[in-house]
């Protein structure tokens, strides 16, 4: 049976809507992002875990829509660890790869990048030398120290 662009277009919304189809939509965006396993079965595990999940397992927190949940896992092996707050994921020191709090390699962009979040508001900046996004993080947190 030949299905037009429109028909198929049509069945992928519909099934994207059902449970199937939002597990595999989010798993592919984990693997998309660097999330590794070695067993397939484990990527449904960890989906039927972050969906029971409500609070962050690293303050403790209530999810939000602000503060939403995230799945923890190292850049560098693409080793799973936790479900976090947003917060909590993008300011965790663990995920670091500089020495430095807040400042990562950016893969895409090929630069360092200095990223904090102070009162749910987003900050970053990006540079070609580490020891500038040092300088910089150095300056700002001096300026902001007020609102941490």
């Given at each position: 049976?030949?299905?037009?662009?429109?028909?198929?277009?049509?069945y992928?919304?519909?099934?994207?809507?059902?449970?199937?189809?939002?597990?595999?939509?989010i798993?592919?965006?984990?693997?998309?992002?660097?999330?590794?396993?070695d067993?397939?079965?484990?990527y449904?595990?960890?989906?039927?875990h972050?969906?029971?999940?409500?609070?962050?397992?690293?303050?403790?927190?209530?999810?939000?829509?602000?503060?939403?949940k995230?799945m923890?896992?190292?850049?560098?092996?693409?080793?799973?660890?936790?479900?976090?707050?947003?917060?909590?994921?993008?300011?965790?020191?663990?995920?670091?790869?500089?020495?430095?709090?807040?400042?990562?390699?950016?893969?895409?962009?090929?630069?360092?990048?200095?990223?904090k979040?102070?009162?749910?508001?987003?900050?970053?900046?990006?540079?070609?030398?580490k020891?500038?996004?040092?300088?910089?993080?150095?300056?700002?947190?001096?300026?902001?120290?007020?609102?941490?």
């Amino acid at each position: 049976m030949v299905h037009t662009k429109e028909e198929r277009k049509a069945y992928n919304k519909e099934y994207k809507q059902t449970e199937k189809g939002k597990m595999v939509n989010i798993i592919n965006r984990w693997k998309h992002r660097g999330l590794i396993m070695d067993n397939p079965e484990d990527y449904v595990t960890i989906y039927y875990h972050w969906l029971a999940s409500t609070h962050c397992e690293k303050c403790n927190i209530e999810y939000t829509e602000k503060n939403f949940k995230c799945m923890d896992h190292c850049h560098i092996t693409g080793e799973y660890r936790n479900i976090l707050c947003h917060d909590c994921n993008v300011n965790d020191n663990s995920t670091n790869t500089s020495g430095t709090p807040n400042i990562y390699w950016h893969k895409k962009r090929k630069r360092w990048l200095y990223h904090k979040i102070i009162n749910g508001k987003k900050h970053q900046k990006y540079f070609i030398l580490k020891e500038d996004a040092i300088k910089y993080k150095i300056e700002y947190e001096k300026q902001n120290i007020y609102i941490n």
